[in-house]
């Protein structure tokens, strides 16, 4: 019988095991942790995790002005202020090799 040590000391070798693995064993040319840094290098991956930081900012922002009693911002502009233009994420990063499918339909 083991006990509540050894089967946390079992666990413990498993997930070290695992770990290792992700870290050193090739999948293809590149292990899956070189695979997961390429992925969250990109651009697009920078893009959403900035956003990402600034809704959380925001969520903080709305509530701790709330619980502190101060007014919480609207998410709307005012009305004399004109509208800020809208980024299209990737759109710089377009490939030049790819088709233009807007090109290609026909009714």
């Known amino acids: 019988m083991i006990g509540k040590l050894g089967r946390r000391a079992i666990d413990l070798a498993v997930v070290l ?7 050193f064993v090739p999948l293809g040319r590149h292990t899956a942790l070189e695979h ?8 697009p991956a920078h893009d ?8 959380t900012n925001r969520l903080k922002r709305r509530l701790l002005g709330g619980l502190h ?8 502009p005012p009305s004399n202020a004109a509208p800020a233009p809208r980024r299209i994420v990737g759109a710089s990063r377009r490939d030049a090799g790819a088709p233009d499918a807007s090109l290609t339909w026909t009714p």
């Open 69 to 76: 009693g101060d007014t919480v911002p609207s998410a709307e």
């Open 36 to 43: 997961v840094v390429a992925i969250f290098s990109t651009g």
């Open 17 to 23: 095991f695992a770990l290792l693995g992700f870290a």
């Open 48 to 55: 959403a995790g900035h956003e990402l930081v600034e809704a």
